[in-house]
């Protein structure tokens, strides 16, 4: 019996004591949960990259003779450019290409007076240097491009079988180009594209020999689609958030 009342009184005490204990203690502080900050995703900078795709010239050539060899060529080169990004959602820059394109034989064969006369135009490469916009949204970015384009040209003239030497009004190597495309940020230092661009290396016309004269000029163009993968080298302090 005594060590039953020695346990009950040991424990009223102890009931007594934890509050007390508790209120010493004070109230445990509470904490905040961080604010979300959502990435604004930063255009500025530099890239390098590379890009596939398929080129279709044009049929424009001379006196309506068809060609053979405007059907689609494999294509692929490099590029490299700067943008700046503003406003907060516009996106100004400038970028050169260089694309390799497959082999090509767009031969004409003259008729009548030119009988026995045939031209090809092969296309190996093609180039630009041109200033771009875009409009951005977070990681996608829709732009149109446009400036000066060139050619590396290849132009042959033959007459039953034999090179013969000739002359042109215009070099058709250089021109201008247009085009646009979606460009996609799926990583920090890498985006996506995919563009069309269209080259024009204006028209031309046979000075000699003499009876190609008559037949007038054809115009050399490109339509092209391209893939493409680019290494962004951004600069300032990283990219932006904005917190909620």
């Known amino acids: 019996m005594k060590k039953f009342l020695l346990a009950t009184v040991a424990l009223v005490a102890l009931g007594a004591t934890v509050p007390a204990l508790a209120a010493d203690l004070g109230a445990r502080p509470s904490t905040k949960a ?10 500025t900078g530099f890239y390098i990259g590379g890009h596939i795709g398929g080129a279709f010239a044009g049929d424009n050539n001379f006196g309506g003779l ?4 405007n059907d689609g060529r494999f294509l ?20 050169g290409q260089y694309s390799w394109l497959g082999n090509n034989n767009n031969a004409v064969a003259f008729t009548g007076a030119g009988a026995g006369f045939i031209y090809n135009n092969n296309q190996r490469a093609i180039g630009s ?11 996608g970015m829709l732009y149109v491009k446009g400036g000066y384009a060139w050619a590396d040209t290849r132009d042959t003239l033959t007459f039953a079988g034999a090179p013969v030497a000739f002359t042109f009004d215009h070099r058709h190597k250089d021109g201008w ?3 646009g495309g979606l460009e996609y940020m799926f990583a920090q230092n890498w ?28 115009r050399t163009d490109e339509h092209t ?20």
């Open 191 to 218: 985006s996506g594209k995919i563009e069309y661009q269209y080259y024009n290396f204006g028209n031309s016309a046979f000075v000699t020999p003499a009876p190609l004269v008559a037949f007038g000029s054809f």
């Open 66 to 69: 068809a060609n053979n060899g």
């Open 177 to 179: 180009t247009v085009g």
């Open 225 to 244: 689609i391209k893939g493409g993968i680019n290494y962004r080298f951004n600069w300032g302090p990283g990219p932006v958030v904005a917190k909620y």
């Open 76 to 95: 692929g080169g490099v590029q490299g450019g700067a943008d700046y990004q503003f406003a907060p959602n516009w996106v100004l820059g400038v970028e």
């Open 129 to 139: 240097a041109t200033g771009r916009v875009g409009y951005t949204w977070g990681p």
């Open 34 to 43: 961080p604010a979300y900050a959502a990435p604004i995703y930063n255009w």
